[in-house]
């Protein structure tokens, strides 16, 4: 007489599927660990998570630094139009306070659009088992994790900092919170790169 097959848990299907260090002895669920990392990746491995999860950071960050771009090129069309009279015969050129202005706040968006480069192209964590031998992974992907937090974060303050620029009021000084984000920006990310060839 064959016994019916002993009912599965959920709880313990998840925990089995999220946490590959735990050897399920069901063979229900052994088949599905195979079925799930047959090609050598299981995506519900918290390990991968938070690789995926930090792809998806960077991307949005990028995102967010592209948004602060095109606000700095509508803001510097703003301030051309109520700053920098049409050419005369008299001032065939704009003045060179304005210039000067019009100069720091494309250099401004430039830096934005380096930022989304570097972001966009950023090295990610090997996942060769070489790699996971002289590492512990897990740990690294949770530092990573606050770097991310530090770019995305970093990036909505760098908007913020474009969206308030007031042409009316803008002078030598307005960009500087904007430049001091996207400074910090720089350095997080010199900092991730740091923890991810270290």
């Not at 974060?153 to 042409?167: H, Q, T, V, W």
Request: charge should be negative.
């Amino acid at each position: 007489m064959q016994l019916p097959p002993k009912p599965l848990v959920v709880e313990d299907v998840v925990e089995a599927l999220v946490d590959p260090r735990r050897p399920a002895t069901d063979p229900v669920i052994q088949a599905l660990q195979v079925a799930m990392s047959g090609f050598g990746y299981n995506f519900y491995d918290a390990r991968n998570v938070a690789r995926s999860n930090d792809a998806i950071v960077r991307e949005r960050a990028s995102n967010v630094l592209g948004e602060t771009a095109r606000a700095l090129a509508a803001f510097e069309q703003r301030y051309r139009a109520r700053n920098v009279p049409p050419a005369s015969r008299e001032h065939p050129l704009p003045p060179d306070e304005s210039l000067r202005r019009l100069r720091a706040i494309d250099a401004a968006r430039k830096h934005c659009e380096a930022l989304i480069g570097v972001f966009c192209s950023a090295e990610t964590p090997a996942t060769d088992s070489i790699w996971f031998r002289v590492r512990d992974e897990q740990a690294m992907l949770y530092k990573l994790i606050g770097f991310d937090v530090q770019l995305a974060s970093g990036a909505e303050r760098a908007r913020a900092a474009a969206s308030a620029l007031d042409a009316a009021s803008f002078d030598d000084e307005s960009l500087g919170p904007l430049e001091n984000e996207l400074e910090d920006l720089g350095r997080a990310f010199e900092a991730r790169g740091t923890l991810l060839r270290g």
